[in-house]
């Protein structure tokens, strides 16, 4: 079974640019999330979709984020513009409720520079 | 506002040695706490889940305790290998989210 995957997985670009991560999760999963950590913090969340509808979008930062699951499949996060505090690794991670509890398992990470 | 610390920040110890990663939490309401492993440049592993109403969880050499009350959680390393070097993280679900502590960086030298 393929794991949940990321793409990129590194992405360098400069302040005021516009970048878009993709987040493929387990198939048939229906709940999806993303995470982020910023250097030398934990990691933290920015929100959550249960097949396309967002459920909790309370990590968000601010609304230079935008995060969209059509269909309920894959997702994308896109940052528009991108500021320096924006660096850091990106986490998508994606969970079935089972009698054995939800765990959330979590993809490589996209990890963003903005120069 | 859920506060997760993870005790020590970073440990070394010699091959073989039997090891506790501690995890700390300020809400003990909880839906469940998982344990992660990361390795450097590498995702998140989850190594062991427990829900509110479990003590413990075994997975070959390591078992991890929860006692909500008292807002604590312990993973055990039997037997400690250089390949269990990594950073362990701890995560408590409340609600959808989890609340990550920062993590223990772990060297296990030969």
């Known amino acids: 079974e393929a794991g949940v995957t990321q793409f990129p997985s590194h992405s360098v670009i400069e302040k005021g640019q516009t970048v878009t991560l993709r987040c493929d999760p387990i198939?048939?999963?229906?709940?999806l999330y993303w995470y982020r950590r910023v250097m030398g913090k934990e990691i933290k969340f920015l929100l959550h979709?249960?097949?396309?509808?967002?459920?909790?979008e309370s990590g968000m930062p601010n609304n230079r984020f935008l995060a969209e699951r059509t269909g309920g499949t894959y997702s994308t996060l896109k940052v528009q513009p991108a500021e320096l505090e924006d660096s850091g690794v990106y986490f998508c991670?994606?969970?079935?409720?089972?009698?054995?509890?939800?765990?959330?398992?979590f993809g490589p990470g996209t990890r963003l520079t903005v120069l | 506002k859920q506060e997760v610390t993870q005790i020590p920040a970073a440990l070394s110890v010699p091959e073989g040695e039997n090891l506790v990663l501690n995890c700390s939490f300020t809400?003990?309401?909880?839906?469940?706490l998982q344990w992660f492993r990361q390795d450097p440049g590498k995702g998140l592993t989850s190594l062991l889940l427990?829900?509110?109403?479990?003590r413990e969880q075994t997975s070959g050499r390591l078992n991890a305790s929860l006692d909500k009350s008292s807002g604590r959680s312990t993973l055990y390393i039997a037997a400690s290998q250089p390949g269990d070097s990594a950073t362990y993280l701890c995560?408590?679900?409340?609600?959808?989210?989890?609340?990550f502590g920062k993590g223990t960086s772990l060297l296990v030298t030969p």
């Open positions: 991670a994606s969970s079935q409720i089972s009698l054995g509890g939800d765990t959330q398992y």
């Open positions: 198939s048939g999963h229906d709940n």
């Open positions: 979709f249960v097949k396309e509808s967002k459920q909790d």
């Open positions: 809400d003990s309401a909880i839906y469940n």
């Open positions: 427990i829900q509110s109403s479990q």
């Open positions: 995560a408590v679900r409340a609600g959808y989210a989890l609340n």
